[in-house]
DNA sequence: TGTCCACTGGAAGGGAGGGCTT
DNA sequence: AAGCCCTCCCTTCCAGTGGACA
């Protein structure tokens, strides 16, 4: 350790932060401050599974950050407490952002309590109707109640996936000793009203609605938080609030607070200070944003990349906005110089509105009269995209291209 | 009022790629 | 190895459309 490069940082650790885990949004607390009403309403609802009695299906709905998802993991944490007795429920959790396909998510409930690995369903290779049939006989031959949770159930809906969702409420109609309740979880409140008619009659049974959090609640969240992950004196007193505020006006959103708090301690660590500051926080602020961006700009798929490249190209040339067409032409010409195939306007047309609804561009539908009607693309990235994008290795040729006609491209 | 532009966005379907089954 | 199945990415086709202009 004598010369460790990382020896200074080490040495220099500990001095704010004493808990980080604590900080991370994915840390289950023991107590949820201002969700006890939430809390009560579910449990009561659940609680007639330790007895074998079949639960209403619930639909719980809530902008993100209002801790549906931590409400729940509380929940079936304490329910298998409870249950540890009896044996008479299980409790699945499935992340439908994770695993969004039919066959995804029946593997994933057939699996989650099969222990015989032997008898665990393969990820891929069966037909659905297969992996359907194998989880309901493993679900029956339990003779429990199963609660089965899906988070950010709203990710099934674009994906023609309501089959799933009325597979798994019509259950319990060929189960003879096991049953089944449905938790969904969504951030969207209109979720009920895309649902086909016979999904929405079954799930509708019990709704409960998460309100943001006031900004006097995020604090007292916050507080709880920091009392256990900073040694004392390590924050400057109009920290919270700050985080507080900042966070109440994006919705009410506990996990940003809890961002905003984290980045900002590691910022002042990094820097060796002894005092978190509003200063801090406003950075951490900054940072989020950006690293966010960027990290969705990184992770992009090849075809996203170059229509951001050409939008960008055609930005820096002056054209602050552009139509579908012009933008498909400087498309064209990237594609070309780094030795793609491009793909069809039909095709580039939905990757612009993937990249709208990321927010990387804005790009709304006008109509120009006779003109035409197409998007018209701005770009509302930060700067750093360009260059990330222009890191990027797929974009390398783009760097010693020479245009034949002009002098560079890029 | 009707025309007409430059697309939009839905639908259907192909085919590659991953992996199981027989 | 041949035959399936599922998902993802993509193509092709095409009806539909907002609004400036004649």
């Not at 008619?197 to 609605?209: A, L, M, P, T, Y």
């Not at 989020?288 to 930005?315: F, G, R, W, Y």
């Not at 012009?326 to 039909?346: A, F, H, P």
Request: glycine share 6%.
């Amino acid at each position: 350790m004598e010369n460790s490069i990382f020896k200074q940082y080490l040495e220099r650790r500990n001095t704010l932060v004493k808990n980080r885990n604590i900080l991370q949004t994915s840390y289950n607390p023991d107590q949820l401050p201002h969700r006890s009403d939430e809390i009560d309403q579910i449990a009561s609802i659940l609680a007639g599974a330790l007895k074998g009695d079949k639960p209403s299906n619930i639909m719980i709905f809530g902008k993100a950050g209002t801790g549906k998802t931590a409400v729940m993991t509380f929940i079936g944490n304490e329910l298998q407490k409870a249950d540890a007795a009896t044996s008479n429920c299980e409790y699945i959790y499935i992340n439908c952002e994770v695993v969004d396909t039919h066959y995804g998510i029946l593997s994933g409930i057939g699996n989650q309590s099969q222990t015989d690995f032997e008898k665990r369903i393969p990820y891929t290779g069966w037909s659905t109707e297969k992996v359907y049939m194998e989880m309901k006989n493993y679900i029956d031959s339990q003779s429990k109640v199963f609660i089965i949770v899906l988070d950010e159930i709203d990710r099934l809906l674009n994906k023609n996936s309501d089959d799933v969702l009325y597979h798994l409420l019509a259950i319990n109609d060929f189960l003879k000793n096991s049953k089944v309740s449905l938790v969904g979880i969504s951030n969207n409140l209109k979720f009920m009203e895309f649902l086909d008619s016979r999904v929405h009659s079954r799930f509708g049974e019990e709704k409960i609605i998460f309100p943001p959090y006031k900004t006097k609640q995020l604090e007292d969240i916050l507080k709880e938080r920091a009392k256990l992950a900073f040694e004392p004196e390590a924050i400057e007193f109009g920290v919270i609030p700050l985080c507080a505020a900042i966070a109440a006006q994006d919705n009410g959103d506990a996990r940003r607070a809890l961002d905003l708090l984290r980045v900002a301690a590691d910022i002042a660590e990094r820097n060796g200070d002894t005092l978190i500051t509003e200063a801090h926080v406003k950075n951490a602020k900054n940072k989020i944003e950006v690293d966010a961006v960027v990290e969705t700009v990184k992770t992009l798929p090849p075809h996203s990349k170059i229509v951001l490249m050409s939008i960008i190209k055609n930005t820096e040339d002056g054209n602050k906005t552009m139509t579908t067409g012009d933008m498909y032409s400087t498309y064209k010409e990237i594609t070309e110089i780094l030795g793609l195939n491009c793909v069809s306007q039909r095709r580039v047309a939905d990757l612009i509105s993937e990249l709208d609804m990321l927010g990387i561009v804005h790009a709304p539908v006008r109509s120009f009269g006779r003109a035409g009607r197409t998007r018209v693309i701005e770009l509302s990235a930060p700067k750093d995209v360009h260059d990330v994008l222009e890191a990027d290795e797929l974009m390398i040729p783009l760097k010693t291209y020479r245009n034949p006609k002009q002098t560079t491209l890029m």
